[in-house]
DNA sequence: ACCTGAACACCGTTCAAGT
DNA sequence: ACCTGAACACCGTTCAAGT
C-alpha cells in the first residue's frame, strides 16, 4: 500500500494546481523539471509524440515513476500548458492607453502559443487554471476594469480577448502540422475544381504567403475597436 | 497485395475530402455511416473515447475493415466534425443587414459546436477543408463582400468571426468535461484562497450560474460593432 | 470491391515491492 | 519519501488471406 500518492483529489481537469507539491529537496524530480521537459518533447514531436515512457527516458527514470508526482498523463499537459503561459511578457502594471495593453497582451499571447505550436490547441480543450495564466488573466482584468468595464461585460471582454487568440492561433497551427505549403496548395487546387460551389471562396483564396500576422493583426484591432466603442 | 486502399494520396490533415470516395453500392459500410456512428461515439464518450474497435462494434464489423473506406484514426475525426458543420442552418442568401447575418451565423455555429462538446477543441485542432465547413466559409465571405469587406480585410473578418466561435466554444466545453460545477467551485475556492496573489480576478470571479450565454452574446457584439466600424 | 484475422509495436495505469 | 518492475487491458496500423 503506497502512503500517499499524487492522486488525491478530484479527478477534475486542472486538478493538479489544486495539490501541494511534493517537497522535492534537491535529488529527484522536481514538478519543474518534468514540466521543462515536457515541453521540450511537444516542442519536439507534437502533442501525439508525448508519452509517459519516452518521457521517463528523458528524464532518467522508469516511468511508472512519473505516478508520484503527477497523477495522469492530462497533468503533464496542465504543467507543460501553464508553462507557456509563463512566456507571456508582464505588463508590468497597466499603461496610459488601455487599449494598448491590452493589443500588446493579445500579440504576446499568440507568439508564445506558436513558440509551441501544440499549445494552441491544449489551450482550448482544458480550463486553464495553472498560477501563470491565472496571473494573465489577472493582468487583463486589470487593464479591462481601469478602461471602465464592470460585471458581465469585464467577464465576456476578457474572455473574448484570450479566445479570439487561442482560436487564431489553434487554427493557425492545425495548418502547420504536415507541412503548411502542401496543405494549402491541396486546398487551393481543390477550391479551384469546385468553384462552382464556392465562388466567393475561390475567388478570395488567401494567398500563399503567410499573410497570418497581417490578418491576426487586423482580427485584434476588429475586436479592440468594438470594445473601445463599449466604453 | 490490396489493389487500391483509402491511403492513397498525401498524409495532409484534410486529406480525406481530397480524395473520391468508394462506389459504395447498397449493403456494406458508406462514408455517411462511419460519420453518423462516428458522432454518436464521440457524443457518448468524447474524443478520448473513440477507437477503431469500438467504432467497428457499433458498425457490426472488424476494426480493420475500417481501414479500407478510411487511411487513418484522423479522417473519422474530420468526416465527423463536418457532419456537425453540416447542422449550422444555411443562411439562405444575405438578408439586408449583412451584421445580422454574421451574428446569426455566430450563434449558429456555437449551438451546432455545443450540440457536440468535442467538436470546437476538434475544430481548432485540424483545417477545416470539409465540403460543409467550406460550404459555411462560402456564405461568410459572400456576407462580407456584400458589406463591401475586400482582399485581406475580407481574409481576416471572415477569419476572425469563424476563430472567436471556435476559441470561445472550445474553452467553454473544456470546462464539462468533468462536470462542470466541481470544476468551477474547486477554482473558485482556489481564487479565494490566493486572492492577494489575484484581487481583481478574485474579486470579480464569474458567477456560478451559467453566463456562458450572454459572454458569447457580448463577444459577438463587440466583434460585429469593430467589423461595423471598419466600414 | 470489400471484409476478415492474426500480428506488431506500442499505449496509460495499477500495484506490490524495494530503499 | 521516492523509485522500480511486472503486469493488465487496451491502442492504431500492417498485411496476407478470404469471397
Redesign the interface.
Known amino acids: 500500500m503506497s502512503p500517499k500518492r499524487a492522486d488525491t483529489g478530484?479527478?477534475?481537469?486542472?486538478?493538479i494546481?489544486?495539490r501541494e507539491r511534493a517537497p522535492g529537496r534537491g535529488g529527484g524530480l522536481t514538478r519543474e523539471r518534468i514540466a521543462e521537459a515536457t515541453v521540450a518533447l511537444l516542442d519536439a514531436d507534437g502533442a501525439a509524440g508525448l508519452s509517459l515512457r519516452r518521457l521517463a527516458e528523458a528524464l532518467g527514470v522508469h516511468a511508472t515513476t512519473l505516478y508520484w508526482h503527477v497523477a495522469t498523463r492530462d497533468d503533464l499537459l496542465d504543467l507543460a500548458l501553464d508553462a507557456v503561459f509563463g512566456e507571456i511578457p508582464e505588463a508590468g502594471g497597466p499603461g496610459a492607453d488601455w487599449t494598448g495593453d491590452i493589443t500588446g497582451y493579445m500579440h504576446g499571447l499568440r507568439r508564445a502559443l506558436l513558440r509551441h505550436p501544440w499549445s494552441?490547441?491544449l489551450a482550448?480543450?482544458?480550463?486553464?487554471?495553472g498560477?501563470n495564466a491565472?496571473?494573465r488573466?489577472?493582468s487583463v482584468?486589470?487593464a479591462l476594469?481601469g478602461a471602465g468595464f464592470r460585471?458581465?461585460?469585464?467577464?465576456?471582454?476578457a474572455?473574448?480577448i484570450?479566445?479570439?487568440?487561442?482560436?487564431?492561433v489553434?487554427?493557425e497551427t492545425?495548418?502547420q502540422?504536415?507541412?503548411e505549403a502542401?496543405?494549402r496548395r491541396?486546398?487551393d487546387e481543390?477550391?479551384r475544381r469546385h468553384a462552382e460551389?464556392?465562388?466567393?471562396?475561390a475567388a478570395?483564396a488567401?494567398t500563399l504567403d503567410d499573410?497570418w500576422d497581417?490578418?491576426?493583426?487586423?482580427?485584434v484591432?476588429?475586436?479592440?475597436?468594438?470594445?473601445a466603442?463599449?466604453r
Open positions: 478530484p479527478a477534475v481537469p486542472g486538478a494546481w489544486l494552441a490547441a482550448g480543450s482544458r480550463p486553464l487554471t498560477p491565472l496571473a488573466a489577472e482584468h486589470v476594469t460585471g458581465a461585460e469585464l467577464s465576456a471582454a474572455a473574448a484570450s479566445n479570439l487568440v487561442i482560436g487564431s489553434a487554427v492545425s495548418w502540422h504536415e507541412g502542401p496543405a491541396a486546398v481543390h477550391l460551389r464556392y465562388p466567393t471562396l478570395h488567401p499573410a497581417d490578418h491576426f493583426d487586423r482580427a484591432r476588429f475586436l479592440v475597436d468594438g470594445l466603442a463599449a
